[in-house]
Every structure is written in structure tokens, then in C-alpha cells.
């Protein structure tokens, strides 16, 4: 189903109708790109989580939002009245996230050539080899001494009247996104969906969104998804018995109540993805005493 789905293909860049639109990405991007070539799809677990939380006129920011893997879905769940502000810093990276939002004929998202940090700045921004094969994605926009002049700004410098849902995908910088923040999620009390992929823990992180008021619950998925749009079986993210996964954490204003069923807490500064995969699965061991189950092998990645 794979390749009939394909529209174009060029050197390096390809299109396909994948299951949430269609997306342009780049052939040799070894995750995402990768995701949409073999499954038509990327980050489902993600998806279905958030669209319990998106309703129709909502305001969400995707910061980090790389080729629009997210915003395009979630801008159609939003639907003409709602909004999509989308972020992304590196020039090839946007030029896609802007291709995509076309192809997707969408009018409420506005895409934005920017980083967001802590801060007004200006970021040197190196342009990435097209050509190479890499994971795109993880490209951090810090400390670099040359290339193309970005402008970086903080949330709180918007100035949002609406603000229902942030998501936050920043290599290495999402605690400063969070700190630039703070006033918005004073007053607007958004839906955080934040990375925290490292497997040593991010304590700043955390101690920034507890600061802001925040509880916070781990969502991890593997990147695989049996259940794949194109009904790939095979599963290019597991390596020998280790299969890749996406770890975020869902973070819900202490005012608000909200069902999370079925999601495990973090539990304090110093708790990280690693710790949780394993509350998980001695959970499931506990609860299913009787089954013998290999729940070893799950490493977390973009």
C-alpha cells in the first residue's frame, strides 16, 4: 500500500497520503520521515491521547513543530474556528511544515520561521545537509557560532488572549520554553503535552512546570504501531530487542480536573522515562502474576 500511496518524489524529498493527511517529508530523515515512507503515519499514540483534549475552536502552540507531523492533525480537529500556531526554527524543516500545511489546504494555522526559549535573542542556525541521512529532528538550535540569523522569543511575548494547548518538542531546551512561558500558563491554564525523552531525566523541567502550578502525568508509546495505516508488520524501530519510543509528559493546571485514567504520575524532580517504563511493567507483572510476559526492551527516542 506504501508505494501506491505516493503522489511525488524527487531527489530527497517525498509525498504521500498518509492516514492524518498528506505530508511532504524528506527520504532521508531516519524517524519521522522514515514513520511516514513505511506506515503512513507518526506519533498515532501521541494523536489519539491529545485529541481528548481538542476541542473545536481551540488555541494550541506546537513548538518544535518540526515538518507538522502534529499540527496538521491537530489543526483539523480544531477545525476553521480554531487556531494553530505552529513553531519552527530550522529553514528546510519549515519550508515542509509550510508545504504540508498547504497540501492540507488549512486556513487556521499560522506558521512561524522562529525558535521559542526564555528569552528575545537571535539564534545562528547552521543549514542542515538534505542529503545526508540523519534524524532530522533532533537538531538542537543552541550554540552554534555561524549560519542564518533566527529570531528566538518566549510564549509570554505572543501576548495570547486564548491559549488551551501547548506542546513542546524542543531537543535540550524544552525547560527554558516552559520558564518563557510562566505567564501564560498563569492565566490561560493550558493542556501541556512537553518531551522528556532523556533517559537521565530533565529535574529543571520538571521543577519548572511544578513551579507553574503543574501536575504532570508520563505518556509513553512506542513508535511502532502494529495497527499502521499502510498494515506494515514490519517494525523498523526495534533494534535487536529494543524498541524505540516516544516519552512526553502530559501536564494538567492543579485547578483543573481532568480524567486521566490509566496514566502514571511523575513523581518528583528526579523521576525520568526509564523509571516509569519500569513502575509500568512491575504494575503489569503485579497484575498479572500468572502470565509470562518479556516487558524488558523498550528504549525511549524521538
Same mark, same amino acid.
Given at each position: 500500500?506504501?508505494?501506491?500511496?505516493?503522489?511525488?518524489?524527487?531527489?530527497?524529498?517525498?509525498?504521500?497520503?498518509?492516514?492524518?493527511?498528506?505530508?511532504?517529508?524528506?527520504?532521508?530523515?531516519?524517524?519521522?520521515?522514515?514513520?511516514?515512507?513505511?506506515?503512513?503515519?507518526?506519533?498515532?499514540?501521541?494523536?489519539?491521547?491529545?485529541?481528548?483534549?481538542?476541542?473545536?475552536?481551540?488555541?494550541?502552540?506546537?513548538?518544535?513543530?518540526?515538518?507538522?507531523?502534529?499540527?496538521?492533525?491537530?489543526?483539523?480537529?480544531?477545525?476553521?474556528?480554531?487556531?494553530?500556531?505552529?513553531?519552527?526554527?530550522?529553514?528546510?524543516?519549515?519550508?515542509?511544515?509550510?508545504?504540508?500545511?498547504?497540501?492540507?489546504?488549512?486556513?487556521?494555522?499560522?506558521?512561524?520561521?522562529?525558535?521559542?526559549?526564555?528569552?528575545?535573542?537571535?539564534?545562528?542556525?547552521?543549514?542542515?545537509?538534505?542529503?545526508?541521512?540523519?534524524?532530522?529532528?533532533?537538531?538542537?538550535?543552541?550554540?552554534?557560532?555561524?549560519?542564518?540569523?533566527?529570531?528566538?522569543?518566549? *510564549?509570554?511575548? &505572543?501576548?495570547?488572549?486564548?491559549?488551551?494547548?501547548?506542546?513542546?518538542?524542543?531537543? @535540550? =531546551? +524544552?525547560?527554558?520554553? !516552559?520558564?518563557?512561558?510562566?505567564?501564560?500558563?498563569?492565566?490561560?491554564?493550558?493542556?501541556?503535552?512537553?518531551?522528556?525523552?532523556?533517559?537521565?531525566?530533565?529535574?529543571?523541567?520538571?521543577?519548572?512546570?511544578?513551579?507553574?502550578?503543574?501536575?504532570?502525568?508520563?505518556?509513553?508509546?512506542?513508535?511502532?504501531?502494529?495497527?499502521?495505516?499502510?498494515?506494515?508488520?514490519?517494525?523498523?524501530?526495534?533494534?535487536?530487542?529494543?524498541?524505540?519510543?516516544?516519552?512526553?509528559?502530559?501536564?494538567?493546571?492543579?485547578?483543573?480536573?481532568?480524567?486521566?485514567?490509566?496514566?502514571?504520575?511523575?513523581?518528583?524532580?528526579?523521576?525520568?522515562?526509564?523509571?516509569? *517504563?519500569?513502575? &509500568?511493567?512491575?504494575?503489569?507483572?503485579?497484575?498479572?502474576?500468572?502470565?509470562?510476559? @518479556? =516487558? +524488558?526492551?523498550?528504549? !525511549?527516542?524521538?
Amino acid at each position: 500500500m506504501s508505494n501506491t500511496n505516493t503522489i511525488n518524489e524527487g531527489s530527497y524529498i517525498k509525498i504521500k497520503q498518509a492516514k492524518r493527511g498528506v505530508f511532504a517529508f524528506n527520504k532521508n530523515d531516519t524517524v519521522i520521515g522514515k514513520s511516514f515512507d513505511e506506515y503512513g503515519e507518526w506519533g498515532e499514540g501521541i494523536l489519539q491521547g491529545l485529541e481528548h483534549f481538542v476541542e473545536e475552536e481551540c488555541v494550541i502552540l506546537d513548538v518544535g513543530a518540526y515538518i507538522g507531523s502534529l499540527t496538521v492533525p491537530l489543526a483539523k480537529i480544531a477545525g476553521d474556528k480554531g487556531r494553530v500556531i505552529a513553531f519552527e526554527p530550522l529553514r528546510g524543516t519549515y519550508d515542509l511544515l509550510k508545504t504540508n500545511i498547504t497540501l492540507n489546504e488549512l486556513h487556521n494555522v499560522d506558521a512561524l520561521q522562529m525558535a521559542i526559549t526564555d528569552k528575545e535573542e537571535v539564534y545562528r542556525i547552521p543549514e542542515l545537509n538534505v542529503n545526508r541521512v540523519q534524524n532530522f529532528s533532533e537538531f538542537t538550535v543552541d550554540n552554534y557560532e555561524t549560519g542564518e540569523e533566527v529570531v528566538a522569543n518566549c *510564549i509570554d511575548n &505572543i501576548g495570547l488572549q486564548r491559549c488551551d494547548m501547548i506542546v513542546v518538542d524542543t531537543p @535540550n =531546551t +524544552e525547560a527554558k520554553v !516552559v520558564r518563557g512561558a510562566k505567564n501564560t500558563l498563569e492565566h490561560c491554564k493550558p493542556i501541556l503535552y512537553v518531551r522528556n525523552n532523556n533517559a537521565e531525566g530533565n529535574p529543571e523541567l520538571i521543577q519548572e512546570l511544578f513551579d507553574a502550578g503543574y501536575n504532570l502525568w508520563w505518556h509513553i508509546q512506542l513508535c511502532y504501531n502494529p495497527e499502521n495505516y499502510f498494515s506494515n508488520p514490519n517494525n523498523i524501530f526495534k533494534v535487536n530487542d529494543n524498541e524505540m519510543a516516544h516519552a512526553y509528559m502530559l501536564g494538567v493546571h492543579k485547578s483543573l480536573t481532568l480524567p486521566l485514567n490509566g496514566l502514571l504520575q511523575v513523581e518528583d524532580v528526579n523521576d525520568n522515562c526509564n523509571k516509569a *517504563i519500569m513502575r &509500568i511493567q512491575e504494575s503489569f507483572v503485579a497484575e498479572n502474576s500468572s502470565v509470562v510476559e @518479556n =516487558t +524488558e526492551g523498550v528504549m !525511549v527516542g524521538k
